[in-house]
């Protein structure tokens, strides 16, 4: 535990990431952590270790070219276990994923005509919603941008069931989701991170979740904070 009383360290698989108020301690670190998994026969590249300062920049702050860097920060773009860690920049790379995937199958939505609807939205469904909603039960979003998953969600829909737009082919949203029939996505985000949050609690207290749960709470008043992370 830092400090501060954020968890310093947590891994998932082969993954291990560092936390710490004091960059050089993360980077003298390194070396240490290269020895003792080495006794585990796991190898430690340094060269895609990356260190990375989580903070908030003030409205006026800029970077070396000048551009505003007010949520532009860099560690917003910054990846672990396959997702950004700013929850607004995830999920735009999210939305332009599950489109590409959806135009892979572009064939089977609009002339699979010997393919079942119920066959085409379980295709859909896995190959497509699952890329869309990868980690979603981590994420923070806005209504907005949970308005903005739910958009391009309809508009899959409306392609895979050949609904044209007005005056012919247009019907409700509600219409919609009861011919597929399917809830949407928004719900279940909320669903998948209600399901987050109860294992979470169900955890032991000594996990990284639950200690990283526990400074959530115990330091909500420290709402612009610095602190600095290496992201293996």
Same mark, same amino acid.
């Given at each position: 535990?830092?400090?501060?009383?954020?968890?310093?360290?947590?891994?998932?698989?082969?993954?291990?990431?560092?936390?710490?108020?004091?960059?050089?301690?993360?980077?003298?670190f390194?070396?240490?952590?290269?020895?003792?998994?080495?006794?585990?026969?796991?190898?430690?590249?340094?060269?895609?270790?990356?260190?990375?300062?989580?903070?908030?920049?003030h409205?006026?702050?800029?970077?070396?070219?000048?551009?505003?860097?007010?949520?532009?920060?860099?560690?917003?773009?910054? *990846?672990?276990?396959?997702?950004?860690?700013? =929850?607004? %920049?995830? &999920?735009?790379?999210? +939305?332009? #994923?599950?489109?590409?995937?959806? *135009?892979?199958?572009?064939?089977?939505?609009? =002339?699979? %005509?010997? &393919?079942s609807?119920? +066959?085409? #939205?379980?295709?859909?469904?896995?190959?497509?919603?699952?890329?869309?909603?990868?980690?979603?039960?981590?994420?923070?979003?806005?209504?907005?941008?949970?308005?903005k998953?739910?958009?391009?969600?309809?508009r899959?829909?409306?392609?895979?069931?050949?609904?044209?737009?007005?005056?012919?082919?247009?019907?409700?949203?509600?219409?919609?989701?009861?011919?597929?029939?399917?809830?949407?996505?928004s719900?279940?985000?909320?669903?998948?991170?209600?399901?987050?949050?109860?294992?979470?609690?169900?955890?032991n207290?000594?996990?990284?979740?639950?200690?990283?749960?526990?400074?959530?709470v115990?330091?909500?008043?420290?709402?612009v904070?610095?602190?600095?992370?290496?992201?293996?």
């Amino acid at each position: 535990m830092a400090a501060l009383g954020f968890p310093t360290e947590w891994e998932y698989s082969d993954d291990c990431d560092f936390a710490d108020e004091d960059i050089e301690m993360l980077r003298s670190f390194l070396p240490q952590v290269r020895e003792v998994l080495s006794e585990w026969n796991l190898q430690v590249n340094e060269s895609k270790t990356e260190f990375c300062t989580v903070y908030l920049a003030h409205q006026k702050d800029k970077d070396v070219d000048g551009q505003l860097l007010a949520n532009n920060e860099r560690w917003r773009r910054s *990846k672990t276990l396959g997702s950004f860690l700013c =929850t607004e %920049k995830d &999920i735009a790379r999210r +939305r332009i #994923l599950a489109e590409s995937a959806f *135009k892979k199958f572009e064939k089977i939505w609009l =002339t699979g %005509k010997k &393919i079942s609807m119920d +066959r085409k #939205l379980r295709l859909y469904d896995a190959q497509v919603v699952s890329v869309l909603l990868y980690n979603s039960n981590s994420w923070s979003p806005t209504k907005a941008t949970l308005n903005k998953i739910d958009t391009l969600h309809r508009r899959h829909l409306r392609a895979i069931m050949n609904i044209k737009g007005w005056p012919n082919g247009q019907i409700s949203n509600k219409t919609l989701y009861a011919r597929c029939p399917v809830e949407k996505l928004s719900e279940r985000v909320e669903k998948q991170r209600w399901n987050m949050f109860g294992h979470i609690l169900r955890s032991n207290e000594n996990t990284p979740a639950q200690l990283a749960l526990l400074f959530a709470v115990e330091s909500s008043e420290l709402f612009v904070c610095r602190l600095d992370f290496k992201i293996k």
